[in-house]
């Protein structure tokens, strides 16, 4: 593997500067190129990645947390989100287009996916058209954003909110499911009531099930465990809060169902990646600027 050389005017490379509202970019990683190094950012970024893995293999991070990325899969990393991933050490190359973004405020709802892992959300297994819808919009926000023509970085960000719009609604939490009506009870009974403990004997009791044929269903029509899935809707509407409410974390804690605020925060973290107050701060300064 060859030591990148400096240089500070190809986004390709490291030291370029990030300081734009857009960046786009193909990254052809072939072995042993000049491309062919670790894309290493411990603190992340100032703003959101958005990849899509066009050819070949990558590897995303390492030991515990890796994992690999192949045709039509996506990552999305928030601002605070480490960066660290290569070529697939098995693959010729990687080749990977990307969008380097600072959000709109009104998009946070957009930029929450479903499945995160090690604080960066992970799309898998989309269907080819909707891979090629996918492609075919970072293609159309690369060229938006490197012409020099009236309205066409306007342009640019409308075709990524567009692109945004796409992702989030392939989510499979978007996808239209028919889920069967004792687990929709079970869903209702649990989000009016989120900050509230059920056991799984109590909801299955509700919905005349037994405990273990209710958490084999749930798992099978939601694609996660009852608690996991409470958990989740715990985080997420306290994201909601976070960014739309000045009620204290503390408070916020409580509402969501976490008697200990310490313990809400390391959970916060763990699923997000960065801590509460963060993740508020960062909404607040996007809102602003
Ligand atoms: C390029 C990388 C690409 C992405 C952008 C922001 O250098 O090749 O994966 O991280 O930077």
Redesign the pocket.
Known sequence: MKFPPMQLD?????N?D?DAHL?A?L?P?ERDSE?DFI?D?PNG?QGF?I?ITTRGKGMIFRGEDQFEVGHGDLLL?PPEAA?F?QRHDQEPRWY?R?I?FRPRGFWSELLSWQLSTGGVYLTKNLSEDSVQLIESLFIDVDLASKQDTPFSGELAVNLLEQLLIRCKTLQPENAIRKLDPRIIEVINIMSDNICREYSVEELASRVYLSASRLAHLFREDVGSTIIQWRNDQRINYAKQLLTTSQISINRISRIVGYTDPLYFSRIFKRVIGVSPKAFRNYHVSIEED
Do not use: A, E, Q
């Open positions: 190809n986004p390709l490379l490291p370029y990030f960046v970019g990254t990683i491309l894309i950012r970024m990645i990849n990393f960066h991933y990977h990307w380097y």
